[in-house]
C-alpha cells in the first residue's frame, strides 16, 4: 500500500498526487502509512505527517529513530479549522520545499469531528486538487472505515482521484471534487437568540465593540474576544469594500462555542478565497486568510443572494 516514489512509474515531477487510505485498525493504518514515509524519504523527498494526536504517536513509535527525519504536527490542533489547513499546514510545508517532490500524510476527517466541521472538512478535501494542480506534492489522507459515517467514506471517493485499500491502488470511480464544494455550500441553519447589529463603512468601530462587548457576555476569554475583534473587523471590512457596502453581524452561544456571523450582499467567486498564502491572496481574500488563522472554525455559504461567513470561537 505504498505509492511510488522514484524510478520507472514514479509520478512525473511537477504531477499532484492524492490518495485517501482507507484503513481499519492499527495494523492496515501502519501498512498503508509508514512505507509511505520510508520510500519518500529514501529517494529524498521531505516529509511531513499531519495527524490527530493518538495517530501521531502510533506512527512515531512505528518509525522509530527514522521519526526524527519527517516534520510532526497534530492536526487536531493545526488543522481544527479545515479553512486551515491548506495555508496553514500543507502549503506552508510544501512552499519551503521547492527543490523536488514532496510528501505529506494528511488526516483531516476523524472519528470525532462535529457535525458542523464536517461541511468544511469535505471541502477542504475537495479543494485540495485545485490548491495544488501542477505542483511536485503527494498528499496521502487516511480514513478510518471503521470509525466514520459511510458517508464520509463516500466523499472521500468523490475528492481523492486515487484510493488505496486492501485491494491494492485504484483511481475512483466516484471523482467529483467540484461536486462536493457545492454540495456542501449549504445555507447554515438559523441560530436561536442570536444579537444582531447592521453596519456600513462608518460603522465599523462600532461593529467591533458590539462583537466583543457581546461575546465577553457569553462567555468568551479575553484573548478569544481579542481575536475575534481581528476577525470582525477583516470580515466586515470585505463586507464593506467587496460585498455590497453593507452587512449584517450577529452573535450567539452554541455547543461550547461564541458563534460570529458577518451576512452581506456579495458573492465568492474563488472557490480558494481564505486558502491562498497572503501573497497570492486576491480581492479580499487576505482578510478571510486571517479569520481562518485565528477561528476555531469557519463556515461559509455563497451566492447570488449573497454570503454568509461564521466563525466560531472555543469558549
Known amino acids: 500500500m505504498s505509492l511510488r516514489p522514484g524510478g520507472p512509474g514514479a509520478p512525473?515531477?511537477?504531477t499532484f498526487v492524492h490518495p485517501a487510505l482507507f484503513y481499519r485498525g492499527d495494523e492496515e493504518y501502519l501498512a498503508g502509512t509508514v512505507p509511505f514515509i520510508r520510500t519518500g524519504r529514501e529517494s529524498g523527498e521531505p516529509v511531513a505527517v499531519a495527524v490527530p494526536g493518538a495517530r501521531l504517536r502510533t506512527l512515531r513509535t512505528a518509525l522509530g529513530r527514522a521519526a526524527d527525519e519527517v516534520t510532526w504536527l497534530d492536526m487536531s490542533e493545526a488543522g481544527r479549522n479545515p479553512g486551515r489547513i491548506i495555508p496553514g499546514v500543507l502549503r506552508e510545508f510544501a512552499d519551503?520545499?521547492?527543490?523536488?517532490?514532496?510528501?505529506?500524510?494528511?488526516?483531516?476527517?476523524?472519528?470525532?469531528?462535529?457535525?458542523?466541521?464536517?461541511p468544511a472538512c469535505a471541502q477542504h478535501e475537495a479543494l485540495i486538487n485545485l490548491a495544488f494542480e501542477g505542483r511536485g506534492v503527494s498528499i496521502l489522507c487516511p480514513y478510518d472505515v471503521a470509525g466514520l459515517p459511510p458517508a464520509a467514506i463516500a466523499d472521500a471517493r468523490a475528492t481523492h482521484p486515487v484510493v488505496i485499500d486492501g485491494h491494492g491502488e485504484r483511481a475512483s470511480a466516484e471523482?467529483?471534487?467540484?461536486?462536493?464544494v457545492r454540495a456542501y455550500n449549504r445555507p447554515l441553519p438559523e441560530p436561536a437568540g442570536a444579537v444582531?447589529?447592521?453596519?456600513?463603512?462608518?460603522?465599523?468601530?462600532?461593529?467591533?465593540?458590539?462583537?466583543?462587548?457581546?461575546?465577553?457576555?457569553?462567555?468568551?476569554?479575553p484573548d478569544a474576544v481579542d481575536d475575534?475583534?481581528?476577525?470582525?473587523?477583516?470580515?466586515?471590512?470585505?463586507?464593506?469594500?467587496?460585498?455590497?457596502?453593507s452587512g449584517t453581524v450577529r452573535l450567539w452561544a452554541e455547543d461550547g462555542h461564541v458563534l460570529c456571523e458577518i451576512r452581506d450582499a456579495g458573492t465568492i467567486t474563488d472557490p480558494l478565497a481564505g486558502r491562498r498564502p497572503s501573497d497570492m491572496a486576491p480581492n479580499g481574500g487576505r482578510g478571510i486568510l486571517m479569520v481562518n488563522h485565528l477561528a476555531d472554525l469557519v463556515r461559509v455559504h455563497t451566492g447570488p443572494d449573497g454570503t454568509t461567513v461564521r466563525v466560531y470561537m472555543r469558549r
Open 228 to 245: 475575534l475583534e481581528l476577525a470582525v473587523n477583516e470580515l466586515a471590512a470585505n463586507s464593506c469594500l467587496h460585498g455590497g457596502g
Open 96 to 118: 519551503r520545499h521547492t527543490g523536488g517532490r514532496v510528501r505529506i500524510i494528511g488526516e483531516p476527517i476523524w472519528p470525532g469531528r462535529s457535525a458542523a466541521e464536517y
Open 175 to 180: 471523482y467529483a471534487p467540484d461536486r462536493i
Open 196 to 221: 444582531a447589529m447592521s453596519f456600513d463603512l462608518d460603522a465599523l468601530p462600532l461593529v467591533r465593540e458590539f462583537a466583543c462587548r457581546h461575546a465577553a457576555r457569553l462567555g468568551l476569554g
Open 12 to 14: 512525473p515531477r511537477d
